[in-house]
Nanobody, 124 residues
Framework: QVQLVESGGGLVQAGGSLRVSCAAS????????MGWFRQAPGKEREFVAA????????YYADSVKGRFTISRDNAKNTVFLQMNSLKPEDTAVYYC?????????????????WGQGTQVTVSS
């Protein structure tokens, strides 16, 4: 098993940047493909970005493509989501998740392990 803890959320103005992190403990992070999801109030949890086990493949939701970058440091057991050009509609709780699938996946149910989430609020 792996335990995930997100950090780095906060309040930022529209157009600003923020980097959220996901630290893993337990099993080594390189055993998992990783993803970021988000959930805004009153909305379903949605896929944001995913990265392969070695970090050589990434995939993004259309809504964040070109603005967000997912990366990982397996030596430090940490995954990052760099968010630039933030918009008010990016406001949500951001969750990292770990999948045992060999490739990256955008499907919520393919992720077995989840963090508790970190709040990101973008003011207009």
């Amino acid at each position: 098993q792996v335990q995930l803890v997100e950090s780095g959320g906060g309040l930022v103005q529209a157009g600003g940047s923020l980097r959220v992190s996901c630290a893993a403990s337990g099993r080594t992070l390189s055993s998992y493909a990783m993803g970021w999801f988000r959930q805004a109030p009153g909305k379903e949890r949605e896929f944001v970005a995913a990265i392969s086990r070695r970090g050589d493949d990434t995939y993004y939701a259309d809504s964040v493509k070109g603005r967000f970058t997912i990366s990982r440091d397996n030596a430090k057991n940490t995954v990052f989501l760099q968010m630039n050009s933030l918009k008010p509609e990016d406001t949500a709780v951001y969750y990292c998740a770990a999948s045992t699938m060999l490739g990256i996946t955008t499907i919520h149910n393919n992720y077995a392990y989840w963090g508790q989430g970190t709040q990101v609020t973008v003011s207009s």
